[in-house]
């Protein structure tokens, strides 16, 4: 006997993790698999059928939390980038090749506003924003060039 909807097995609760507020959540999960290589952990969808209360993706072995956006639930403290008119907060990315990491981004949809360059800090970097207002920064190490 249950007291509340089928929920698939949740894996275990990593110590941090993002978790992006998304209008289209269930197409934001595609679009991460293709773009980030992302792989699908959890989907819980909504009573709507059309919406997720929750998802959980991994990406470069990092846990990365999802949900729709419900501004017809009061309360509800984080919006999408789309009602909020953008974002306050940028996920990056440590990838082997960031020129790489841009092209496969960019290829499945997401938009480059900042093409790759090599940044004085000592990485080639790159930044774009993903199809659902998301913005994203990719890099890796720069060679020694001191030696």
Not at 3 to 30: E, F, K, Q, T, W
Not at 43 to 50: E, G, I, L, N, T
Not at 88 to 95: F, G, P
Not at 139 to 145: E, F, I, R, S, V
Request: with cysteine; net charge negative.
């Amino acid at each position: 006997m249950s007291n509340g909807p089928s929920v698939p097995p949740l894996p275990p609760a990593p110590p941090l993790a993002p978790h992006l507020v998304i209008d289209g959540a269930a197409a934001a999960l595609d679009f991460y698999k293709k773009a980030l290589g992302a792989t699908e952990l959890v989907r819980v969808p909504a009573d709507d059928r059309k919406r997720l209360l929750h998802a959980h993706m991994e990406v470069n072995g990092a846990a990365v939390f999802l949900c729709d956006d419900f501004p017809d639930y009061p309360g509800e403290g984080a919006i999408a980038p789309k009602r909020l008119g953008g974002t306050s907060a940028m996920i990056h990315l440590r990838v082997e090749n960031c020129d790489a990491a841009v092209k496969r981004a960019a290829d499945a949809g997401a938009k480059v506003i900042a093409e790759p360059w090599d940044a004085f800090w000592g990485d080639r970097y790159a930044q774009v924003m993903d199809p659902f207002g998301h913005v994203w920064s990719f890099a890796h190490p720069l060679p020694d060039k001191a030696g």
